[in-house]
């Protein structure tokens, strides 16, 4: 669903938002890639789950405002000298809001013995039925010690041989999870634009451009690895960097 709207005062606004559901059985053509394991290639029905680009809500909004102050604008419309200092400036802005990432439950200690799969570098864990997979949490992210996200009762390693080398069966969590995701995602970009016109025949553009504008640091995506259950489902991160600026200046002639 996508809102525009323009008005007469120089406000151009665009509003989009989508709630979709992304399926499939594999991100990529590769049996392994940025850490999902594709586990069974002859049962690919097993492998079907929401895509690692799944999104089911994401909202965004654009937005565009000439400041009415100078030259041809409601207010300082005769121009003059003050017009070089309060004409021409223009605001924007992108908005950006949405659900989380999905998350993939592995163990990376385990190589797969099941079938003829004995190159698979690793296998999904087990899904212990009737425990919540995410725990309440609350305060700034411990980078120290973690910030509890998931819960480590709801995750088990699947069964293994003697050696506790290999996995003796597929591990029952599915490709990503449907159950939990990791934290949603806010951002916002800021600019301010001014435009000055020396002569007919040059013009200064000053541009300065608010990356983060709120400083937001988020949570990053928990540890997904049930083979350390000393840090699984603890975030260590944050999401984002610092609120960062950056100004230029171009003469245009």
């Known amino acids: 669903m996508?809102?525009?709207?323009?008005?007469?005062?120089?406000?151009?606004?665009?509003?989009?938002?989508?709630?979709?559901?992304?399926?499939?059985?594999?991100?990529?053509?590769l049996y392994t890639y940025s850490g999902y394991y594709f586990q069974d290639f002859y049962h690919q029905k097993g492998e079907k789950s929401v895509a690692t680009?799944?999104?089911?809500?994401?909202?965004k909004l654009t937005w565009i405002y000439d400041l009415p102050l100078g030259r041809g604008r409601k207010f300082l419309a005769d121009g003059g000298k003050l017009d070089r200092l309060v004409g021409g400036w223009r605001v924007t802005a992108i908005?950006?809001?949405?659900?989380?990432?999905?998350?993939?439950?592995?163990?990376?200690?385990?190589?797969?013995?099941?079938?003829?799969?004995?190159?698979?570098?690793?296998?999904?864990?087990?899904?212990?039925?009737?425990?919540?997979?995410?725990?309440?949490?609350?305060?700034p992210v411990d980078s120290i010690n973690g910030t509890q996200y998931l819960?480590?009762?709801?995750?088990?390693?699947?069964?293994?041989?003697?050696?506790?080398?290999?996995?003796?069966?597929w591990g029952t969590a599915p490709r990503y999870l449907t159950s939990a995701r990791g934290p949603a995602w806010q951002s916002e970009d800021f600019a301010a634009m001014k435009d000055t016109r020396?002569?007919?025949?040059?013009?200064?553009?000053?541009r300065a451009d608010f990356f983060n504008l709120f400083n937001r640091?988020?949570?990053?995506?928990?540890?997904?690895?049930?083979?350390?259950?000393?840090?699984?489902?603890?975030?260590?991160?944050?999401?984002?960097?610092?609120?960062n600026i950056m100004l230029s200046l171009r003469l245009e002639f």
């Not at 323009?6 to 399926?23: H, M, P, Q």
């Not at 680009?53 to 909202?59: A, I």
């Not at 998350?103 to 190589?111: A, C, N, P, R, W």
């Open 95 to 139: 908005q950006n809001y949405h659900s989380g990432d999905a998350l993939q439950i592995i163990d990376s200690g385990l190589l797969s013995g099941v079938g003829n799969s004995n190159f698979v570098s690793g296998v999904r864990a087990d899904v212990v039925p009737g425990v919540a997979p995410k725990v309440s949490f609350h305060g």
């Open 2 to 29: 996508t809102a525009r709207r323009r008005v007469s005062s120089g406000l151009n606004f665009i509003a989009a938002y989508t709630w979709s559901k992304t399926l499939s059985n594999t991100d990529s053509a």
């Open 198 to 206: 020396i002569t007919e025949r040059f013009k200064l553009t000053f």
């Open 53 to 59: 680009f799944d999104y089911p809500q994401n909202l």
């Open 151 to 169: 819960s480590p009762n709801a995750f088990a390693a699947p069964p293994s041989s003697p050696s506790g080398t290999y996995a003796t069966r």
């Open 217 to 243: 640091t988020g949570m990053a995506d928990p540890v997904t690895d049930v083979s350390d259950m000393s840090s699984f489902g603890r975030i260590y991160d944050v999401a984002q960097g610092p609120r």
